[in-house]
């Protein structure tokens, strides 16, 4: 075993939840000859040699040495390892913008019902009926929430939705015969806007926010042309305002031959309230971890759903759920009849587990319940602005929608800035804000309550922050130092090598 690790003994692990006590030994560490922690049943075959079964090419004579181990050794390794990270749920996690809120358990039975976890991405139509019927409706439920004409739930993520929303926009005008060259993104944009119009070859044009945060018609009419293909629009913005003069701006790029993209990301403010298709949106991507419960994180499977307008539909990337009607009978088929199409973003049907756990999410709530979800958003994020504003600079100090955006402006004179409340923020048992982001806000925090946490909840998150803007006025170097609670010290970053300070406390059996 290295000298750096320690077993770990029951008399430690009163100190696991706070990493104190023991470094986890690596399972090669643990290992013992003769350990097994499987059982298989007889062979009920006859035996083949391994070079028979595979290719010598697909063989390796290095995989000797393994660990051998006993069930219970990896089952608890793995257990402890996972009580290590935060999660959702275990408390509050306030990402602005990449939100992560609750998932609730129903979601997750209905996603492992044996017709949708155990369906095979290969078998016919005939056999995926339940599947395809509840696809088709899931398409027909954010369609309307959303104000879109069509919904092709097959992009793996809001980003690849993102992407397969600005190649429908490109298809759309080569097959006009225009060439259109320029995206117009607003500087308040999430990251993604301007990657996804640039991998389609599209040059970015910067629309910069007005001093109220917003974007305004004179601005977007100042860059328009006939070179400009659309604008990607993210409504509320990453600073958590509502665009207040967007049916405006969709008129002036309309005007122009353009088409408007409508960054879905932040529709959780929306749900019930307003739609991106009445507001002029021709092309949007809908967040299912964010706005419909679906689980995020730990680069695991997504699903970004993106809607269109008619005019977008010959586009849509293929295959598409269509109802059987007329002499076809009854049931439901995948339609591949597109010949615009952009063709196909994903194995199969992409992350079916995803969409069912969407589905789940709005039948339980209806349409009354998804309203009432925007409105406790709302009413988190303003209640957290009206709490913090006093200790935390407010670059945009008017009433928010889904999230509210701060600074370290006000801690200025005491060094500690938005890196260290974030640091900090980890003792105190949190999962830090986004920070640094929107890039429109220097030392910008950026928090999103989600409409999961109640008001007990956000009011301990509350009295973290103004603690630590207290702490900062007192004692800096604390904050300044911060994480203190940890495995790993924060990253010495004036190393080169950016190497992490093991911090090391015996348990009682060490002394």
């Known amino acids: 075993m290295s000298a750096d690790r320690r077993d770990v003994r029951p008399e430690a692990l009163g100190n696991a939840a706070h990493g104190l006590a023991y470094e986890e030994p690596l399972l090669f ?3 013992r000859p003769g350990r097994v922690g499987y059982s298989l049943p007889a062979l009920d075959v006859p035996a083949v040699a391994p070079e028979e079964e595979l290719p010598a090419s697909l063989l390796r004579a290095d995989c000797e040495g393994l660990p051998e181990l006993s069930e219970v050794d990896v089952v608890r390794h793995f257990t402890r390892i996972s009580t290590w990270n935060y999660a959702v749920d275990l408390g509050l996690y306030p990402l602005g913008s990449c939100t992560m809120k609750y998932n609730p358990k129903m979601n997750e039975v209905a996603a492992a019902l044996a017709g949708f976890a155990r369906s095979h991405p290969l078998q016919p139509a005939a056999l995926s009926q339940g599947l395809l019927h509840l696809f088709h409706e899931l398409e027909t439920h954010l369609a309307e929430i959303s104000g879109m004409d069509r919904v092709s739930l097959q992009p793996a993520a809001g980003a690849q939705g993102e992407l397969a929303g600005v190649m429908m926009i490109r298809a759309y005008h080569a097959h006009r015969g225009e060439r259109r060259r320029k995206i117009l993104v607003p500087d308040s944009a999430h990251g993604t806007n301007p990657a996804s119009a640039g991998l389609n070859g599209y040059e970015i044009v910067s629309v910069p926010s007005g001093a109220d945060g917003v974007l305004h018609p004179e601005a977007v009419a100042a860059v328009m042309g006939p070179e400009v293909a659309a604008l990607m629009l993210t409504n509320p913005s990453t600073l958590g305002l509502f665009e207040e003069h967007i049916v405006r701006i969709a008129e002036i790029v309309h005007a122009g031959g353009g088409l408007v993209y409508g960054d879905g990301a932040n529709l ?7 739609r991106p298709g009445d507001l002029g949106i021709d092309v949007m991507h809908f967040n299912l971890h964010k706005t419909f419960s679906t689980p995020h994180g730990g680069g695991g499977p997504g699903a970004g759903p993106v809607g269109v307008k008619n005019l977008l539909a010959p586009y849509l990337p293929v295959p598409v759920v269509r109802r059987l009607s007329g002499s076809e009978g009854d049931g439901f088929a995948l339609d591949y009849e597109f010949p615009h199409s952009i063709g196909r973003l994903h194995g199969n ?4 587990g995803m969409l069912v756990r969407a589905f789940a999410y709005i039948r ?39 999230e509210c955006v701060l600074s370290d402006a006000k801690l200025e004179g005491t060094g500690v800035t938005t890196l260290d409340v974030a640091k900090r923020l980890i003792d105190h048992g949190y999962h830090p804000p986004t920070v640094y982001f929107p890039l429109i806000v220097h030392g910008a925090l950026m928090i999103e309550p989600t409409e999961s946490e109640s008001l007990e909840g956000l009011d301990r998150f509350v009295d973290a922050l103004l603690a630590i803007a207290r702490e900062a006025e007192i004692d800096p170097e604390t904050v300044r130092s911060a994480p ?18 093991l911090r090391w406390q015996p348990g009682p059996s060490d002394s």
């Open 29 to 31: 560490e643990r290992s």
């Open 268 to 274: 959780n403010a929306l749900l019930g309230i307003a």
């Open 349 to 352: 049907f992409g992350n079916v």
């Open 364 to 402: 339980s709530l209806g349409p009354d319940g998804l309203r009432r979800c925007a409105e406790m958003a709302v009413l988190n994020a303003n209640y957290l602005l009206a709490r913090l504003r006093g200790a935390y600079h407010v670059p945009f100090d008017r009433p928010v929608m889904h």
């Open 484 to 501: 203190h609670s940890t495995r790993l010290s924060r990253l010495d970053e004036t190393r080169a090598a950016r190497k992490p300070i």
